[in-house]
Each structure stands twice: as structure tokens, then as C-alpha cells.
């Protein structure tokens, strides 16, 4: 099972920016693509953008797409989402998880790890 703690949400206004944080092990890092997914109040949790294992290619869900950019950093067994222009439809806990695309077919994947919360104010 794979351990991930997401860290660096917040309360702001909307067109504020925030960047997100992930740890997880070095061994996860190493050897898997990182992704970060989200779920608001009341909604299912969905796909937000995704890296490949080592960083040279990156993919985002059309919301994000332009305002979001996700990035690693191996040596620190971190990824990050840098969110900027942030829209109260952005309000949701975040959460980052290894194999985000294996993840996306798995409707009762369970493992999530420690999200963190993001609230945009309009």
C-alpha cells in the first residue's frame, strides 16, 4: 500500500494561488508516475493532473488545464501542484496518489492517503 501525505491547502480568494505538496517513499517515487485527484462536497472525487515517473511528461483534466502545473521532485520524494488563478470550483480536499491513470479505472480504490483541504472564496 502506498503512503502519501498531501499538505499545503488553505483558505484564499479566488485568483489567489497555492502550491500542494506530496510525500511519499522513495521507492514509490522512483519507480511511479504521481498524480493528484480531488473531491469537493457532495461530489465524486475526479482527476486533476498527472506526471510521468520522471517528470518529462505531464497531463490535466480540461477544468485545470492553463491555471494548474504539476511537477516532482525525485531527490525529495515530493510532487507538487502549483494552483494558481483559483476559482471557488476548485474548493475540494486534494489528494495524490502513485498511478494515477491505473487509479482512474479503479472505482473502489480506497487508498488515498492524507488529502488537504483547499477552500476558494468568491
Known amino acids: 500500500q502506498v503512503q502519501t501525505v498531501a499538505t499545503g491547502g488553505g483558505s484564499v480568494q479566488a485568483g489567489d494561488s497555492l502550491r500542494l505538496s506530496c510525500v511519499t517513499s522513495?521507492?514509490?517515487?522512483?519507480?511511479?508516475?504521481m498524480g493528484w485527484f480531488r473531491q469537493a462536497p457532495g461530489k465524486r472525487r475526479e482527476y486533476v493532473a498527472a506526471?510521468?515517473?520522471?517528470?518529462?511528461?505531464?497531463n490535466y483534466a480540461d477544468s485545470v488545464k492553463g491555471r494548474f502545473a504539476i511537477s516532482r521532485d525525485n531527490a525529495k520524494n515530493t510532487v507538487y501542484l502549483q494552483m494558481n488563478s483559483l476559482k471557488p470550483e476548485d474548493t475540494a480536499v486534494y489528494y495524490c496518489?502513485?498511478?494515477?491513470?491505473?487509479?482512474?479505472?479503479?472505482?473502489?480504490?480506497?487508498?488515498w492517503g492524507q488529502g488537504t483541504q483547499v477552500t476558494v472564496s468568491s
Open positions: 496518489v502513485a498511478n494515477p491513470a491505473q487509479v482512474a479505472e479503479q472505482p473502489h480504490f480506497d487508498s
Open positions: 522513495e521507492s514509490t517515487v522512483r519507480t511511479s508516475s
Open positions: 506526471i510521468s515517473r520522471r517528470g518529462d511528461s505531464t
